[in-house]
């Protein structure tokens, strides 16, 4: 529903910039504000979580306790590490649910992609925001002898640039690199056009060619023999 995810939108964001849809600065202003609101989202949520019965009674034991501990316990290279392999997990789970057509495909791939990081305890911000602020609500914080203000910091600046570096770098510049230097005339079929649009191909839908522009390409050649279409991309206008 739209909703906005900072460790997301650093994919989106950094392919934005460098294709030259928005300003670099542009680009970490947004990313600052979604990454500080979505702090703000999980403080909220980890609050209202901790006046549960189940929080009410956690030990130093529970899982939350173990886990937010081994987290504050790794070294800062551990960190960025994980963190830059977390995001990618997570962008490959968002571009296979963009991409993919079957909505049982996109439901594998996401969750996948996802219980991958999870799995291997990978250091996601956004995650790490709720399970740090979910136990720094309880009284069982106690339990975790690095739980400090100066730590918490720590591991989330350290994670912050290693998920930007997975998802912006290793999964959003690369396929925008990727998809800039493709080659900008290509030829389809109308076999492959029905694929792509998911509708029969006939004499009326070729006269919509002209709407095609305002996506940076135009119809060159349609041959009625070959059933084919020649595309070409225009050139923007300095």
Known sequence: FNGELATSN??????????????WSKMCTILLYCTFFNFVGALILAWFFNQSFSFQHLTDKSFLVTAVSTKLGKTDWMNFTEGITANMF???????????????????????????????????????FASFML?????????????TLANILRQWIVVFFGNWIGGGIFIGLAYSWLNKTKTDDFKLTFAEIENIAG???????????????QYGFKVVKISMKEQTVDFEKVEEEA
Request: hydrophobic letters at 55%; zero cysteines; charged letters at 15%.
């Open 10 to 23: 650093m994919m989106f964001l950094t392919s934005g910039a460098y294709y030259g849809k928005i300003k």
């Open 90 to 128: 997570v962008n490959i789970a968002i571009l296979g649910y963009m991409l993919l057509k079957e909505e049982s495909a996109k439901i594998f791939i996401a969750l996948s992609a996802i219980f991958m990081f999870v799995f291997l305890i990978n250091e996601h911000l956004i995650a790490n």
């Open 135 to 147: 136990l720094g609500f309880n009284g069982v914080r106690d339990a975790v002898d690095n739980f």
């Open 199 to 213: 509708v029969p191909i006939d004499h009326s839908f070729l006269t919509f060619k002209k709407e095609l522009l």
